[in-house]
């Protein structure tokens, strides 16, 4: 079983990128899978989540309406769109597994992948 979170670089504030989180060993339609992120100094924090067996999702409410996660089954993969970027929002994101979302216990965390947001 493996996560790995890709896509992260240097993006100028108000800029855009997408993270995949490439899944192996397991099947994504019956996990939940969450994206993470942990600032230089600060707790990792939640940023998004998508439920395994109904696509909902939810957001930490410092990125909702500007960052969209989605999944594509068939890829095994998971996507975060983070559009007008700022520079709270640099860190090294990662994705993980767990059965809902609700929950504190998450695993097979992959290497992440930073964002730097800065002009």
């Known amino acids: 079983v493996q996560l790995q979170a890709s896509g992260g670089g240097l993006v100028q504030p108000r800029g855009s990128l997408r993270l995949s989180c490439a899944a192996s060993?397991?099947?994504?339609?019956?996990?939940?899978i969450g994206w993470f992120r942990q600032a230089p100094g600060k707790k990792r924090e939640m940023v998004s989540c998508?439920?395994?067996?109904?696509?909902?999702?939810r957001y930490a409410h410092s990125v909702e309406d500007r960052f969209t996660i989605s999944r594509d089954n068939a890829e095994n993969t998971v996507y975060l769109q983070m559009n007008s970027l700022k520079s709270e929002d640099t860190a090294i994101y990662y994705c993980?597994?767990?059965?809902?979302?609700?929950?504190?216990?998450?695993?097979?965390w992959g290497r992440g992948t930073l964002v730097t947001v800065s002009s």
């Open positions: 060993g397991f099947t994504l339609g019956d996990w939940a």
């Open positions: 993980a597994r767990s059965l809902i979302c609700s929950t504190d216990l998450w695993q097979d």
């Open positions: 998508m439920r395994g067996d109904d696509d909902i999702s």
